[in-house]
């Protein structure tokens, strides 16, 4: 029977309260993504908690219209590969095809299409960029079909409670070849119910700013 084998690891003093995305994460097959295989993707667009992350990659996707600003200052600093948003709401079209170029040019691994994202922008986009489009599924009602014959090429579940039992009936549907990416939840366990179910990768979001300053404070004040 072969042992499990032991990781030597080194840490350092100044970085030692960095965010460490969930052991139970490391259980699932990974995504190769230009060579390098990607088990995690840290859900944050701030820098501070990019940086300070052992996350295998970022997915910077937030709740307003895509700027290249944002897409840049993520690049920039993230040490790892980064997927970012390009719309789907309310940017879509020709400006999201732009952006997703550009996101191309400045080195983004592949670009995020939110759900409502029309399937005739995603088969144009497609046709212009290089890198990866990643389509966002919300239910099992999703038109992930007509997305993954648009040209999407990776989806990435996020349905709350049941993101498990989407992540089986696609997986169920498209066997073990589709690459699929979904949210893990708050716990180990529903992290591994969601790799067991069939999901490649698993996004993480990590605790605010505030949340871990809390905690720094807290430890401050105990020592005066």
């Given amino acids: 029977?072969?042992?499990?084998?032991?990781?030597?690891?080194?840490?350092?003093?100044?970085?030692?309260?960095?965010?460490?995305?969930?052991?139970?994460?490391?259980?699932?097959?990974?995504?190769?993504?230009?060579?390098?295989?990607?088990?995690?993707?840290?859900?944050?667009?701030?820098?501070?908690?990019?940086?300070?992350?052992?996350?295998?990659?970022?997915?910077?996707?937030?709740?307003?219209?895509?700027?290249?600003?944002?897409?840049?200052?993520?690049?920039?600093?993230?040490?790892?590969?980064?997927?970012?948003?390009?719309?789907?709401?309310?940017?879509?079209?020709?400006?999201?095809?732009?952006?997703?170029?550009?996101?191309?040019?400045?080195?983004?691994?592949?670009?995020?299409?939110?759900?409502?994202m029309d399937n005739k922008v995603i088969e144009e986009m497609n046709s212009i960029i290089d890198i990866p489009i990643i389509a966002t599924v919300v239910t099992n009602k999703d038109d992930y079909k007509g997305k993954l014959k648009a040209g999407a090429s990776i989806l990435n579940i996020s349905g709350g409670a049941n993101t498990a039992k989407i992540v089986k009936q696609v997986r169920d549907e498209y066997g073990e070849e589709l690459p699929i990416i979904a949210t893990g939840g708050p716990t180990d366990e529903t992290i591994l119910e969601t790799i067991y179910a069939g999901a490649n990768a698993i996004t993480y979001t990590p605790p605010t700013s505030a949340d871990i300053f809390a905690k720094v404070m807290e430890k401050y004040r105990s020592n005066i």
């Fill in 1 to 116: 029977m072969e042992k499990n084998k032991y990781v030597p690891e080194i840490k350092s003093n100044l970085k030692s309260n960095a965010i460490e995305v969930p052991e139970s994460i490391y259980k699932a097959s990974g995504i190769k993504f230009l060579g390098k295989r990607i088990k995690s993707l840290l859900f944050s667009t701030d820098v501070a908690l990019i940086t300070n992350s052992n996350a295998g990659s970022i997915i910077a996707v937030y709740p307003f219209t895509p700027q290249l600003s944002i897409i840049q200052a993520t690049l920039q600093v993230a040490p790892v590969p980064v997927f970012v948003g390009v719309g789907g709401g309310r940017t879509t079209g020709n400006r999201s095809i732009a952006i997703a170029l550009q996101a191309e040019l400045l080195g983004a691994y592949g670009v995020v299409v939110n759900a409502p």
